[in-house]
């Protein structure tokens, strides 16, 4: 039988690119939470800010549902790619008042429960969902789908 040989060299070797490849994977790990970290922000300030051009843009409308569509069109548009769905109800009643989006994306969510008014609330898939005041007794939400920061992650993972 052969022996096998424990130079101090081939372990030195050893140790080394195993040290290396675990510190290159501990800094990729928290890079990867920073980045998730910073993406979920990015969408949390993106869904405050579509809130607040919908309801500047509302504020000096009629205040109809045709209104509503029509700057839920022009917001989308604006965002062209990234995939928003709105909903308004009234507060008292909880009756759907307007949507405008696809249906597939609106099926995601329901009237908002009483007491979660304004907070971000992440859904399956990623997706992000937040509501505000639109008006007096007019509760509107918005849904944002997080492929774009979904399809960036992926790349980084795999680079």
């Known amino acids: 039988m052969k022996e096998k040989s424990w130079s ?5 070797q050893r140790w080394f690119a195993l ?3 675990g510190l290159v994977l501990v800094v990729a790990g928290i ?3 920073h980045l998730r970290d910073s993406l979920r922000r990015e969408l949390a300030a993106f869904a405050e800010e579509e809130l607040e051009e919908m309801a500047v843009h509302f504020s000096v409308s009629d205040g109809t549902t045709s209104d509503f569509e029509r700057i839920a069109g022009e917001l989308e548009t604006r965002h062209a790619g990234a995939g928003l769905a709105w909903k308004v109800w009234r507060t008292g009643s ?3 008042w307007g949507e405008y989006g696809s249906p597939e994306m609106l099926a995601l969510v329901s009237p908002p429960p009483q007491g ?3 907070r971000l609330t992440e859904l399956d898939g ?3 969902w937040k509501t505000r005041e639109l008006a007096p007794g007019v509760v ?3 849904l944002i789908d997080p492929f774009v920061q979904v399809a960036f992650m992926r790349r980084y993972w795999v680079s």
């Open 31 to 33: 890079s990867a939470l």
């Open 116 to 118: 979660r008014l304004g």
């Open 94 to 96: 909880g009756e759907l």
């Open 8 to 12: 101090v060299a081939k372990r030195m």
């Open 140 to 142: 509107v939400g918005v």
């Open 19 to 21: 040290v290396s490849a």
């Open 126 to 128: 990623g997706f992000v």
